[in-house]
C-alpha cells in the first residue's frame, strides 16, 4: 500500500468518518453500496442533494473512479459495480479478503467526496490500514488525489430516500393532459387544460437537465385524451374534448424525430374519458368512453382497434357493458382487464386479443370512477380507490383489492392510509406501487404498496397538493418518478427518489 493511500486511510480513521461518493447527477443515478463489518450489502437508488449531485449511501472505495457499489469490510466485501458517479472512489472486490481494500470496480468522473461523521465506525477504518501490506507492495498504477477536509458539502448535508424534490417546471400547467415516455427517455405531455381552456401545445421533459422545453403543437387542442407510444416510436394521441360537450373522433400521430404532430385518420366513434392499450402485436385497443347525445352523457360499449401499418381504426368486438372512466391494464398472458369506472356493479371483463371478444369475469367490489389499475410483477393487478360515482367531486375510498388473472377473482389486500380519487400511481423498478395525490384538500400525502406483505405504508410527501384532475407519475429510465399536474394552476413538477 502506497503511503499515499495509507495516509488517507488514517486520516479518515483520525476523523471518525465514512466515505461516500457524490456523483454527478445523470440520466442513471448511482446507486449506494455500503462501509461494513460483516460483509454489507448493496443497495439501489442514489438520491439528489440541493446541489444536483447523487449521493451514495456508504459508497464504496475504488482507485478507478466512482462505483455504485462495494464495501469496505473486515469480513468480505461485497462486489462493487459500475457506476456513473464520480470523483475518487473505492470498490470492495468481490469477496474481499477480510481487512484487506479491494480495488476492483470501475467508475465514472467528476463528482466529489461526501463525508458523514460516524464515530462508531473509526475502529474498523483503522484496522483496515493498520491491516494493509506494506508501501512497496502497493500497485505502481494506483493514484490518488484526495484531501479529505477539502471540498466537502455543508455539514447538514443528507442522503435523501422516499422523498420528493422539486425538478423542472412546465411552460404551461396543465390538467387532463398526456405523460409519455418515448424511447429516447424524454416524457411527452401533450394538450390538457387550464380552466375551460384546452390546449394544442406540447412539451417535453428531459430527465438529463430536468427541464421542460416546448416542441411542435397537436393539430387540434384536446384534454381528456390518450397518448399510446406505438412500436414504431410515434405517439398515436386519440379522442378527448376540444371544449363544453365537444368530443373528438379525431386522431394524430406525434414524431419524436421531427418533433411534429400530424393528423391520422378518425375512429369510428368519438369518445372522452376513453382507454388506449398496447397490445403485443402492436396494435393499439381503444375501449369506451363516453359522449354528449345532447341531452346526457352516454357511456359507450364499442371499440376500436388501431393498425398502425395500415394506419386504420376498425372495429372489434363489443363490451359487455358501457364503460367511462374505467381502466384497461394488458396482462402477461396477452389479454386486458377491463375493469368498470362508472359503478362497481358494472363488474370485468377481459378483451381476448386472439378472438377479438370481450367476456365477464370476476366481481371487483371497486370500480368508482378514477380508481387506478397497476400490473404488478407477479401477474396479479392492484385495484385502487376511486371517485364519488354522483359527483364524482370526492375520493371515495381507500380500500385496494388484487385481481388473480389465473382464478379470474378479485380478493381485498390492505388499504390505503387515505383516501384517494384518481392519484399519480406508478410501478417502481423494486415491485412497489407509489401512490401520491389524488386525495382531499390540502393532501400532499404519498404512500407504497408492497405485494410482498399486501400493506400500504406512508413516504415523503408531496411539495403540493395534486388533486383530480388526475396528476401523472412516469417511471423514468433512472429509476426516479416524475410527478406532474393535478389541479389545472399545478404547472410545477417533482421527481420520487
Known sequence: MSNQV???VVKLAQLSMFVAIAGAAGCGGGGPGSISTSGGTTTTGGATSSAGTTVATGGSISTSGGTTGGSISTSGGTTGGA?????????GSSGGVPGSIGTAGAGGGGGRPVVDAAADQSAEVASVADAAPPANDAPADVSLAVDAEADLPPADAQVLQGVFVPTGSMTVGRSDCTATLLGNGMVLFAGGSQSIQRFTSAELYDPVTGKFTTTGSMTTARSGHTATLLQNGKVLIVGGTSGASTILASAELYDPVTGTFAATVSMTAARLNHT?????????????????????????DSVDLYDPSAGT????????????????????????????GHLPTDGAELYDPVAGTFAATGK??????????????????????GLTWVSQA??????????????????ATGSMTTMRGGPAVALLSDGKV??????????????????????????????????????????LGNGRVLVVGGDSDVGSAELYQ
Not at 375510498?397 to 385481481?403: M, N, S, V
Not at 399486501?454 to 408531496?462: D, K, N, P, Q, W
Not at 388533486?467 to 401523472?472: A, E, I
Open 83 to 91: 457506476g456513473t458517479g464520480g470523483g475518487p472512489v473505492f470498490a
Open 276 to 300: 388506449a392499450t398496447s397490445l403485443p402485436n402492436g396494435k393499439v385497443l381503444i375501449a369506451g368512453g363516453q359522449y354528449y347525445t345532447g341531452a346526457y352523457w352516454q357511456s359507450l
Open 434 to 475: 407509489l401512490v401520491a395525490g389524488g386525495g382531499t384538500y390540502y393532501d400532499k400525502s404519498a404512500e407504497l404498496y408492497d405485494p410482498s406483505t399486501g400493506t400500504f405504508t406512508a413516504t415523503g410527501s408531496l411539495n403540493v397538493v395534486r388533486m383530480r384532475p388526475s396528476p401523472t407519475a412516469t417511471l
Open 394 to 411: 370526492f375520493p371515495n375510498d381507500k380500500r385496494a383489492e388484487l385481481y388473480d388473472p389465473i382464478a379470474g377473482t378479485f380478493t
Open 313 to 340: 381504426f376498425a372495429p372489434t368486438g363489443t363490451m359487455t357493458v358501457g364503460q367511462s372512466n374505467h381502466t384497461a391494464t394488458l396482462l402477461q398472458n396477452g389479454r386486458v382487464l377491463i375493469v368498470g
Open 6 to 8: 495509507r495516509s488517507v
Open 364 to 385: 371487483p367490489t371497486l370500480g368508482e370512477p378514477k380508481h387506478t389499475a397497476t400490473l404488478l410483477g407477479n401477474g396479479m393487478v392492484l385495484i385502487t380507490g
